[in-house]
């Protein structure tokens, strides 16, 4: 069983950054691709970014340019980063992870491990 663990979210104006981490509690070293993803109030819950083992990206088109995902294999974290934050940006943040596939996987039900989650809550 793997636990991921998110940490980094917060309230923050809009414009603001914010940069999201994501680390196993357990340790994991196997290969597999990693993603994120957000659900606000009565909302399903969508895609963020994924990020395959290699680092090969995906970023929705409602962040692209604004965020960012990243990897440190080594360290075994991946990273959110986020900038120029909007109110529509608010919602809890998951992290996820697709064991034991390392190639892109962007689909929410490919996903077999989750965090519980950050919120980020984005208001002036």
């Known amino acids: 069983q793997v636990q991921l663990v998110e940490s980094g979210g917060g309230l923050v104006q809009p414009g603001g950054s914010l940069r999201l981490s994501c680390v196993p509690s357990?340790?994991?070293?196997?290969?597999?691709?990693m993603g994120w993803f957000r659900q606000a109030p009565g909302k399903e819950r969508e895609l963020v970014a994924s990020?395959?083992?290699?680092?090969?990206?995906n970023v929705a088109d409602s962040v692209k340019g604004r965020f960012t995902i990243s990897r440190d294999n080594a360290k075994n974290v991946v990273y959110l980063h986020m900038n120029s934050l909007q109110p529509e940006d608010t919602a809890l943040y998951y992290c996820?992870?697709?064991?034991?596939?390392?190639?892109?996987?962007?689909?929410?039900?490919?996903?077999?491990?989750w965090g519980q989650g950050t919120q980020v809550t984005v208001s002036s």
């Open positions: 990020i395959s083992f290699s680092g090969t990206t």
């Open positions: 357990t340790t994991y070293t196997g290969i597999a691709a």
């Open positions: 996820g992870t697709v064991i034991p596939i390392p190639q892109l996987t962007s689909c929410v039900r490919e996903y077999n491990y």
